[in-house]
Structures are given as C-alpha cells and as structure tokens.
C-alpha cells in the first residue's frame, strides 16, 4: 500500500480530525522552546557558575527552531496564517535560513521526494565517505551555504528551478531585509562593546548543528529513490523529549504521506498505517551505527550487510 492508497482509504471524519489545526497546542509548545531559549540565554548572560556548559543546549534549542520554521511553512504550526507566516519569518533570521526561498525549495522537495533530477535535497549528496560523514555532521557547510543563498538572493540572481518568476522579487526583499537586521544588530553590539550575542546566539548554533545534522540525515539517508512515502521517507522511534524538540518530525514518513497533519496530530496518524510503513529506525543512534558501518564497508570494498 503507497501513501496515496493509505490517504484514500481515511474516512471524512478522520481527515477532518487529522488535519485540524490549533492555535492554543502551536503557543504551549512554541512557549516552552522559545521561554526555554530565553531563559538559557539570560542564565549565560548573567553568567551563572560554569554557563559556558550551557551553551550546547541553547544551540540545540536554537538550530532546532528548523523544524519549527518547518511546520509554519506548512501552516500546520498554528490555526491562523498570520501566526505561522510572523513564527517562519522569527526562526529564519535565527538560523539564517530565509523562509520564503526555503517555502519553495521545501515544497519542491515535497514534490519531488527522493527524485534525483527534481528533489532540490538531493543536490546536495548524502555522505558516502566516513571524512563526508564528518564532514557533514560539522555543519559548516550548511552554514556557508546558507550564508551563500542569502547573500545570492539579497543581489537578485537566484537562479534556483524551485523559485518560480514571481517569487524573485520576494526572496529578494526577504534577504536584503535579513541582511539589513544582522548588520544592525552587529552594529548594536559593536557601539555597546558587547560580545552578548556571540554566546548567547552565534556560538551556540554553531555547537548545536552537528545534533541537527545527526536527526536530520535519519529523515531520508539510505532511504530507496521511490514515489512511495511510506518507502522513501524513514520514521524514527525516539523519546518523548526528542519528539518534542523537533516537533513531532520523527514521524517523518507520516508528514511526507499527509503533510497536512499538524505536528500534535501525527502520533495519532502514525497508529493509523505504521504497519504499512517501510523505512523504520529504532532510534537515532542505531541508526547512525548502521550508516556508518555501511560507509565503513563500503571503503572496504565489503559488500552492505
């Protein structure tokens, strides 16, 4: 059974249920991850005994506001539009990811999952290497890339397939206004002589990319080049506090086959066709133990066992 097949057979009541939205759920949740954020950064500010030990987990809360800006992209974060639409636009200029240009990369690859010509993802391979591997879990890639597409949109010469003509003129705006914000908020902390920021925001982030890069890859890494959802994206088992971080994305073959499902519905989707589902993992460290020793056998010339 594909995720077409599996969509079709819900009965109007359990779509209705599924899909519907809640403003109060979205402002709980985005409550506790930006009051959290909040409340690290005043502790390292203040600089309570050993805050320099806080700064791993603020850069996790931080990096992790992806897959926030991810389910407002959606519009599944909350009810109202203008909520989803202030929420992306807050998270993008947090991790330095422009959220209109990543609305149309992303839904390009919701079109276009595991398709090797059409997928935006997957122009930028998966590691197949250990040193890749390495290499992509640092994160400095994604940093200069992302710095790179800003920058490239702010002069106008986005040439990406996904940004249809009209967009130009938006990502173009987006980027120049982002821009505008960080050379204000640098110059700011230069005529306060204050390096505030650098331990409370950008020191962080770049401590917690690696754990974005680990969760991230589990989403489709070693997942087959398939139309099927259920097949080409991976599902992961995990705790309730890591579900609750990433925003219920664990469940990723669930959003991949019904990205109309709102974040606090998906468990509850996920009961629903589990066994239908094709990629699995029991974990993300099972996972990353099973990629790696793949890689390992591949350098070795061993067939994957």
Not at 91 to 119: E, G, K
Request: proline fraction near 6%.
């Amino acid at each position: 059974m594909d995720h077409r097949t599996i969509i079709a057979s819900l009965t109007s009541a359990e779509r209705d249920r599924l899909t519907a939205k809640s403003d109060s759920v979205g402002l709980v949740q985005l409550a506790v991850h930006w009051g959290a954020i909040v409340l690290l950064g005043w502790l390292i500010t203040v600089q309570v005994p050993f805050w320099p030990l806080l700064m791993l987990p603020q850069g996790i809360l931080i990096v992790f506001l992806f897959t926030l800006l991810h389910e407002s992209i959606h519009r599944t974060a909350f009810a109202t539009q203008m909520l989803n639409d202030i929420v992306a636009r807050a998270c993008s200029f947090m991790i330095v990811l422009p959220s209109d240009w990543f609305r149309y990369f992303h839904f390009a690859h919701h079109r276009f999952t595991q398709d090797p010509q059409n997928d935006p993802e997957l122009a930028f391979p998966k590691p197949e290497t250990l040193r890749e591997y390495l290499v992509y879990l640092s994160g400095l890639t994604v940093w200069w890339g992302q710095i790179k597409t800003l920058a490239i949109n702010a002069a106008g010469r986005c040439r990406d397939a996904f940004v249809p003509a009209k967009g130009h003129a938006k990502v173009r705006i987006e980027a120049q206004t982002m821009l505008i914000l960080y050379a204000l908020i640098i110059g700011i902390s230069v005529f306060l002589q204050t390096a505030v920021l650098v331990y409370v925001w950008i020191l962080p982030a770049v401590l917690g990319q690696p754990f974005l890069r680990l969760y991230l890859l589990a989403e489709h890494g070693r997942c087959p080049f398939v139309a099927n959802m259920l097949e080409n994206s991976r599902t992961t088992t995990t705790n309730w506090l890591i579900r609750k971080l990433a925003w219920n994305m664990p469940y990723h073959a669930e959003h991949h086959a019904y990205p109309g499902v709102p974040f606090y519905r998906l468990p509850e989707f996920h009961a629903l066709i589990r066994t239908h589902l094709k990629e699995t993992e029991a974990g993300y460290v099972r996972f990353h133990a099973r990629y790696i020793e793949q890689l390992r056998q591949a350098s070795n010339g061993e067939r994957p066992g």
